[in-house]
């Protein structure tokens, strides 16, 4: 049975870097050949897609967060990491880690994923 699971902060101020770990068990990210994903759902707002990491590495990011993503992973502890810089009140959201195949890329549309966090509150906020 594959679980994930989001770890991090609940209170980032603004101008600061938000940084969210997803823990995978069940699967090996470094082999499973998903796509594991980052999306939020900011309040009263649709799910947004905001990048992936290959089990290849190679990585993949929404241009409408003007390269303010990155997305790195740690295969010897079978998490990946989301960051996100210059955190505004706009970045305030439930954040949710996932893992799909090709067919889920650049999608939010959680039919797509295979695989789905609980989801984690962030909240951005002087």
């Known amino acids: 049975q594959v679980q994930l699971q989001e770890s991090g902060p609940g209170l980032v101020k603004p101008s600061q870097t938000l940084s969210l770990t997803c823990i995978v068990s069940?699967?090996?990210?470094?082999?499973?050949?998903?796509?594991w994903t980052w999306i939020r759902q900011p309040p009263g707002k649709a799910l947004e897609w905001m990048g992936a990491?290959?089990?290849?590495?190679?990585?993949y990011y929404s241009p409408s967060l003007n390269g303010r993503t990155s997305i790195s992973r740690d295969t010897s502890k079978n998490q990946f990491t989301l960051q996100l810089s210059s955190v505004t009140p706009e970045d305030t959201a439930v954040y949710y880690c996932?893992?799909?195949?090709?067919?889920?890329?650049?999608?939010?549309?959680?039919?797509?994923?295979?695989?789905w966090g609980q989801g984690t509150q962030v909240t951005v906020s002087s």
């Open positions: 990491i290959h089990y290849s590495g190679n990585t």
């Open positions: 996932a893992g799909g195949t090709s067919r889920s890329l650049y999608k939010f549309d959680r039919n797509l994923y295979d695989y």
């Open positions: 069940g699967a090996t990210i470094r082999t499973s050949a998903y796509y």
